[in-house]
């Protein structure tokens, strides 16, 4: 039997009031991770969900880091792993801050007795698989000898309401089937409703952006470590390790995905275990104003990692900035022009047909969050009179 495992999450968090409330409140009682520590980028800006952060609701499992220039010099980033490599970037890179707050949340980890630490960006939830919770997750993962745990991630697509703004997490609940996991029908067939239902996004991503494209953001996953095991972080995606395990299946252990990349890609240090349900959901861009006010710039998609549409989406954010008119449009409306990020984002990225969302579920293109009974848990415990999460 396999014990239960003290998990944590951690987070870069920037522009998130409107949902960190729902961030917390599921990592902490819905996955129910030990504890989440978040690293504030611009804290200076940020006075209400600092506030909200360090609220006693929280039962001291939240820890704050305000994670400016001053903060990384007074807890000696320096002396972290990647620093040297990351040094050139740390000021202008979002990932390159990222990946040294993830260094420095591995030691106060280990001075917490966590013994697993999950990376997630702050528009994204770790949803373990039906009837289980993060400790028993863990637990379940450390009694296998797994050191790592990349897990398949899966791209939202908002409605028109949920475009408008607010809670995405609260109101988005359809996803892009990781490509890994779309039905053979839909990757093999030459007609069929799965086949119809893949086609559909392919022939939106070629009418703006002039090649097919599934998930318009990464596909790679996100990973959790065994703090006694990261040596660094490797990336935004996952970590190396300090010793042996990083190469090596121990009784089918070491470092395990359920990622399924298409064409199949066998690894020599990663080992497949497709049935682990658990899965991370990225609500990429999921408001209007959320896309349009995206920094590509500034996420180092620019610099020959990115993608066209990256420096595309730029140019574009930097025309209508100059102008004044910054993401106006909205999924539910008719062209904006050509130029527009608003019909940019109603274009690719949402879905404001109810009935033909729903034919893309049935076809297993598109899947919907079983989170239902959770939500509606965590709107009790939002709602109660007491106010109190702990």
């Not at 980028?41 to 220039?69: C, H, M, N, Q, S």
């Not at 497709?274 to 959901?281: I, Q, T």
């Not at 009935?355 to 939500?375: F, Q, T, W």
Request: include cysteine; charge should be neutral.
């Amino acid at each position: 039997m396999s014990s239960v495992a003290k998990p944590a999450v951690v987070s870069t968090q920037r522009d998130t009031i409107a949902t960190l409330d729902s961030f917390l409140r599921w990592h902490l009682h819905g996955a129910g991770f030990s504890h989440v520590y978040l690293y504030f980028d611009a804290p200076e800006t940020e006075p209400d969900a600092l506030a909200l952060a360090r609220d006693e609701r929280w039962g001291g499992r939240v820890t704050v880091f305000a994670a400016d220039a001053a903060f990384r010099q007074r807890e000696g980033y320096s002396a972290l792993p990647s620093f040297d490599e990351l040094a050139p970037s740390v000021e202008t890179h979002v990932q390159s801050r990222q990946r040294l707050n993830c260094e420095h949340c591995l030691r106060a980890c280990a001075s917490a007795g966590v013994d697993w630490l999950l990376h997630v960006d702050s528009d994204e939830l770790f949803v373990p698989a039906a009837g289980e919770r993060a400790p028993a997750h863990f637990g379940r993962l450390s009694a296998r000898g797994c050191w790592q745990f990349t897990y398949r991630n899966l791209e939202a697509v908002p409605t028109a309401a949920a475009a408008e703004g607010g809670d995405c997490f609260a109101l988005v609940d359809h996803f892009k089937q990781h490509e890994g996991s779309l039905p053979a029908a839909a990757l093999d067939g030459t007609s069929g409703a799965a086949k119809a239902a893949l086609q559909h996004w392919l022939d939106r991503s070629v009418a703006r952006l002039g090649r097919p494209a599934w998930y318009l953001f990464y596909s790679n996953g996100k990973s959790a470590v065994r703090v006694s095991s990261a040596g660094q972080c490797s990336g935004v995606h996952g970590w190396a390790s300090g010793g042996a395990e990083e190469s090596t299946h121990r009784a089918g252990g070491g470092w395990l995905t359920n990622l399924l990349r298409r064409p199949p890609q066998p690894s020599s240090s990663r080992l497949l275990v497709e049935e682990e349900g658990a899965v991370v959901l990225h609500y990429a861009c999921c408001t209007r104003v959320g896309f349009a006010s995206k920094d590509w710039r500034a996420l180092g998609y620019l610099d020959g990692v990115g993608t066209s549409w990256a420096r595309r989406w730029q140019r574009m954010r930097d025309k209508e900035e100059r102008t004044g008119r910054l993401g106006e449009g909205s999924l539910g409306e008719g062209s904006l022009g050509e130029g527009s990020l608003g019909e940019e984002h109603r274009a690719l990225v949402g879905l404001a047909d109810s009935e033909l969302l729903e034919r893309h579920v049935e076809a297993g293109v598109l899947v919907k969050d079983s989170r239902a009974h959770a939500r509606r848990e965590l709107r009790r415990l939002r709602w109660s009179e007491a106010g109190s999460c702990s």
